[in-house]
C-alpha cells in the first residue's frame, strides 16, 4: 500500500495490522511501542507518513499476533489517536 486514507506511507499487507491517526508530536513512537511490547505484542514493521509538522501523522503497523480491543484502546488514549483502526487479513 501507498497511501492511507490521505496519507502516503508504503506498507505492505500483513495478517494483522494496526493504523492511527494523531497529532505529530515527539515521543508517539516509543509510546507505542513500550505498550504493544508491555503486552507481549511484537511490531514486525512501522510506516509513519504526515502532511506537515506538528499536523495529523499516521502510523501503520504490521504486528506478529493480534491485537486485543483493550489494548488498542489503552494505544490510542495514550497519544490521543482520533482515528484507529485494526485489521485482521485472512490468509
Do not use: C
Not at 16 to 34: A, K, N, Q, S
Not at 52 to 71: E, N, R
Amino acid at each position: 500500500m501507498i497511501q492511507v486514507w490521505d496519507f502516503e506511507v508504503e506498507i505492505e499487507p500483513a495478517p494483522h495490522m494496526l493504523f492511527f491517526v494523531y497529532e505529530d508530536r515527539p515521543g508517539i513512537i516509543g509510546r507505542v511501542g513500550t505498550i504493544l511490547g508491555e503486552h507481549d505484542i511484537n511490531i514486525a514493521t512501522m510506516e509513519v507518513g504526515r502532511k506537515a509538522a506538528g499536523g495529523d501523522a499516521l502510523m501503520g503497523l504490521t504486528v506478529d499476533s493480534p491485537v486485543p480491543p483493550d489494548v488498542l484502546e489503552t494505544v490510542a488514549d495514550a497519544i490521543d489517536a482520533h482515528t484507529i483502526r485494526a485489521v485482521t487479513l485472512d490468509a
